[in-house]
Nanobody
Framework: QVQLVESGGGLVQAGGSLRLSCAAS????????MGWYRQPPGKQRELVAS???????NYADSVKGRFTISRDSAKNTVYLQMNSLKAEDTAVYYC????????WGQGTQVTVSS
């Protein structure tokens, strides 16, 4: 069984910063890509950022220059540093891990007040 434990969400004022963490544990034999998605209220889930096993990153245009994704492969952990947060970043953020199968975290709420 695989578990993804997310942490770091919360309430922050516009312009502030948050750091999300997601630790994967259990029967994951090989992790390829790890990433973060978000689902704003009333909208579909969208990719925020991803990082491959080799460290190649990909970002949504809306977060480029403000968010940074990183991973600690030894700990099976992925991070999302979010700076210069805007009200439109308000969403539930989900961790995503791709190995032999795809796994999702339970989601963590990020609320940015304007």
């Amino acid at each position: 069984q695989v578990q993804l434990v997310e942490s770091g969400g919360g309430l922050v004022q516009a312009g502030g910063s948050l750091r999300l963490s997601c630790a994967a544990s259990g029967s994951i034999f090989r992790i390829n890509a790890m990433g973060w998605y978000r689902q704003p209220p009333g909208k579909q889930r969208e990719l925020v950022a991803s990082i491959t096993r080799g460290g190649i990153t990909n970002y949504a245009d809306s977060v480029k220059g403000r968010f940074t994704i990183s991973r600690d492969s030894a700990k099976n952990t992925v991070y999302l540093q979010m700076n210069s947060l805007k009200a439109e970043d308000t969403a539930v953020y989900y961790c995503n891990v791709n190995g032999a199968f795809e796994y999702w975290g339970q989601g963590t709420q990020v609320t940015v007040s304007s």
